[in-house]
C-alpha cells in the first residue's frame, strides 16, 4: 500500500505511452505539469503510469527518461507492462545458456523489442542500466482510494505476487528465470497481471485481426457479473463474428472468469487498445489505452478521492497532433 500523502489533491493515471514522447510532454503540460532540471513535476499532484513506455513508437528512449526521472525523484509512480517484462526478460536471456524452447522465447522477444532495441543501438550502457531498473520496478500498485495494474487485477496472483519483494517480483532472479517457463507460478502470476485473461476460441477456430495476426485466442473481460455468451465477455479493438460472439459460455469457461466486484476500490488499467472517446468501463474501472501510438489518444484519469469514477475526469491529446 502506498502512504497517502496529506500534501496531494490527487494522482494522474496516465495510459500506454508505447514511445510517443512529443504526446506525453503534450499532455503532462495540459495537465498542469512543469519541467523543472530534466524532472517534470506538479505542486500538487504525482503521476501514475500504468506501463508499457517502450516499444513501437519514434521517441522511445526520450519517454522512457522522462518517466525514470518523474519516478527517480518521486514525482510519479509506475508499473511493468508486459513490454516491460519482454525487455527484462530478452535481457536476462541474451546472458545465459538456454534451451532451445528458450531460444525461440529470445527470438520472438527480439522481434517485439525491436523498435526499443533500435532506440537504444548506441546507447547500450544505457539501456543496461534500464533493465536494471525496470527489475526495481512494482507490478501493481495499491493506494489508498485506488489500484493500478497493467491488464489484470486477480486477487490470488496479487496476494503471490506480494510476497515477493512486496510485488517488485523481477528483483528475484529465480522469480525471473521461472517467469519465462510456461506452467510456473511466476509464469502465471506475470501473464495474468500483464496480459489479462484470455479464452480459447471452440473448435480450433482462429480469426485473422485488424494487425494481420492470425489468433486462436480472444481477450476478455474480468469484470462481468452475469455473462452467458462469448460476446459478454469479450474486450478486444477486433470484435467476435456475429455467430461466435452469441455462442454460450460452457460452464467449465465459465467457471474460470473472475470477477472484479462493483464494490472494490476503483482500478485502472492499460493493455487493451480501446478506441473512440475514453470513458469508464464501470463506476469502480477503467482502461486507459487508448491506442496512442496508432495515431489515438494519449490519456490520463484525474483521480482524486472518489469512490466512483466519472467520465469528465479524463484528459487526453491526440497523438498525432
Known sequence: MIPDDPALEGYDVIGDVHGCAHALIRLLQALGYSQHQDVWHHPRRKAVFVGDIID??????????????????????????NHEFNAVAYSSLCHEPVTPRLQRLYRRLGGHLKTSLEDYRFHLQEWKDLIHWLRQCPIF????????????????????????HDGRVLQDQAFLAQSMLPATEPNRIVERLLKGMEMELPNGQTLLGSDGVRRSRFRTKFWSQAPKTYGDVVFQPDGLPDDLADQPLTEQEHSRLLRYGADQKPLFVGHYWCKG?????????????????KNGLLVAYRMGAETDLKNDAFMWVNSAG
Open 56 to 81: 513501437r513508437g519514434p521517441g522511445i528512449r526520450q519517454a522512457m527518461r522522462l518517466v525514470r526521472h518523474m519516478v527517480d525523484a518521486n514525482q510519479a509512480y509506475m508499473v511493468l507492462g
Open 141 to 164: 500498485l495499491e493506494f489508498k482510494y485506488f489500484r493500478v495494474v497493467h491488464a489484470c487485477w486477480d486477487p490470488r496472483r496479487i496476494a503471490q505476487a506480494s510476497q515477493v
Open 277 to 293: 472517446q475514453p470513458h469508464i468501463l464501470r463506476s469502480n474501472l477503467a482502461c486507459l489505452d487508448y491506442s496512442a501510438v
